[in-house]
C-alpha cells in the first residue's frame, strides 16, 4: 500500500481558509487517483473531494463546492486540500485516501471511500464559531 501523511489540520475561524497537504510515499504517486474524506464524532465518513491521475477530472461533495479545492503536485507526490470560507459544520478529522490500481481510465475520480485502499492517518480541522 501507498504510505500517506496528512498535515496542515489545526484550529481556525469560520470564514477562514487553510491548505490541507498529504505526502506519499510512492514514486508512482502520480498514477493513482486520490481523494479527501473526513469524519466528525458520531457521524459517518464523508466524501470531500477527488482527483483523478493526470489532474484531468475533480470530483466534489456538495457541501464544500465552490469553497474546497483538490489539486496534486506530482513532481512532490503531494495531495492538496485548499478550504475556503470554512465553517463550524466543516469540523471533522481529515483523511487523504489513494486507489491501488495505476492508471485507470482516464478522468476516474470516485466519491466511495471503499474505492480507495491505502489512508493516512488523519489530521483535525476545528472551526470555531
Known amino acids: 500500500q501507498v504510505q500517506l501523511v496528512e498535515s496542515g489540520g489545526g484550529l481556525v475561524q469560520t470564514g477562514d481558509s487553510l491548505r490541507l497537504s498529504c505526502a506519499a510515499s510512492?514514486?508512482?504517486?502520480?498514477?493513482?487517483?486520490m481523494g479527501w474524506f473526513r469524519q466528525a464524532p458520531g457521524k459517518e465518513r464523508e466524501f470531500v473531494a477527488a482527483i483523478s491521475w493526470g489532474g484531468g477530472n475533480r470530483n466534489y461533495g456538495d457541501s464544500v463546492k465552490g469553497r474546497f479545492t483538490i489539486f496534486r503536485d506530482d513532481a512532490k507526490a503531494t495531495l492538496y486540500l485548499q478550504m475556503n470560507s470554512l465553517k463550524p459544520e466543516d469540523t471533522a478529522v481529515y483523511y487523504c485516501a489513494a486507489d491501488n490500481i495505476r492508471r485507470r481510465t482516464w478522468g476516474y475520480a470516485p466519491r466511495e471511500s471503499h474505492l480507495y485502499e491505502s489512508w493516512g492517518q488523519g489530521t483535525q480541522v476545528t472551526v470555531s464559531s
Open positions: 510512492a514514486r508512482t504517486f502520480s498514477d493513482y487517483a
